[in-house]
């Protein structure tokens, strides 16, 4: 089977290596190969539980992130990643930390209070009484790692082209565009998604390694390249490229939960997503024949993607696509 993958982010190469690895003739397309997407502007977080305590999207769809979550451990593997099991700290007053704890509650969880809730490199000489709470089971990838991914992929015969797909160069088309509708005639379900455009910022080196620290409207998160401070979440902004106002607004806010920030330097990046109404991703069979759609990741496009890539394979061969394909039907907006 020749099969043509538009868009070269995490879901576009989740696709490819698992359509590669049974035995399809795959070729990724994306006209900005060489430049950074979406899922390179990101932390990697493969984290169920924090996001669905802190993000009230995704409150819904617990049993979802944990099911792709479990395969990171196998798709990491096979293609050489490492995985950060250090897990993360939910960090506030008692206020949010009560509230965040009985949010947990609710869902059967119980977090135990961290020993340190900001440590001596990021709090400065402006630390609060604040408190924290541990969720060991949050993982990160590197997205950095994405480089990583083309390279598996180009390894199992998968071919990168920065050209645009030629109508007849394939048997199946796989839409993972993000907040592209270029595609929108060959898929009218991207109809429904809508674009957000998140910021995130880079600093040097600072003496920290350990757990994310997710606060009050801002998170750390140490990698092998620095230390990554986010997120934004401008929904309904589908504009490319840094917007340096918005990036400051990021760093006070960040300064705030860090003061240990205030006067270092960081570089920003920013990149758009695609979200559904419901916060799930569209992947499925489009109504149009031929067309696959793995798209709308918004905040969780890292932890999704190996069940996505392998849903799809599954659809392409004619085989079941799992327990959650009629939550990420892409026509469940349009039916």
Request: glycine share 12%; net charge negative.
């Amino acid at each position: 089977m020749r099969v043509a993958v538009a868009g070269a982010g995490v879901f576009g190469l989740a696709s490819a290596l698992s359509l590669a690895r049974a035995g399809a003739v795959v070729t990724v397309h994306d006209p900005g190969l060489d430049q950074s997407n979406a899922s390179a502007v990101a932390a990697g977080m493969l984290a169920p539980v924090s996001e669905v305590l802190t993000d009230p999207t995704a409150a819904l769809h617990l049993d979802v992130l944990l099911a792709a979550q479990d395969l990171w451990p196998g798709f990491a593997a096979a293609q050489g990643l490492e995985l950060d099991r250090s897990g993360a700290v939910l960090i506030g007053d008692d206020a949010r930390l009560s509230s965040l704890s009985a949010a947990a509650s609710d869902l059967g969880l119980s977090l135990p209070a961290a020993a340190a809730a900001v440590p001596p490199a990021l709090a400065g000489h402006g630390a609060r009484g604040w408190g924290g709470l541990r969720v060991a089971g949050d993982w990160r990838a590197d997205a950095a790692d994405l480089r990583r991914l083309m390279q598996a992929a180009q390894g199992l015969g998968v071919t990168l082209v920065s050209e645009p797909l030629r109508p007849g160069a394939y048997e199946l088309l796989v839409v993972a565009t993000g907040a592209s509708r270029d595609f929108l005639d060959a898929a009218p379900e991207l109809a429904a998604l809508t674009p957000i455009r998140g910021h995130i910022l880079r600093y040097g080196r600072l003496d920290y390694q350990g757990p994310v620290l997710r606060g009050p409207g801002a998170y750390a998160a140490p990698s092998r390249h620095g230390l990554l401070v986010g997120a934004t979440m401008e929904v309904g902004e589908g504009r490319e490229g840094v917007d340096l106002e918005v990036a400051a607004g990021l760093a006070v806010q960040a300064e705030a939960v860090f003061p240990g920030l205030i006067g270092q330097a960081w570089t920003a990046a920013a990149g758009v997503r695609a979200a559904t109404p419901d916060g799930l991703p569209l992947v499925g069979a489009s109504s149009n024949p031929g067309v696959i759609l793995a798209c709308g990741a918004r905040r969780n496009g890292w932890l999704l993607a190996p069940l996505v890539g392998a849903m799809v394979a599954a659809l392409a061969l004619g085989e079941a696509p799992g327990p959650w394909a009629a939550r990420l039907d892409p026509r469940r907006f349009t039916a």
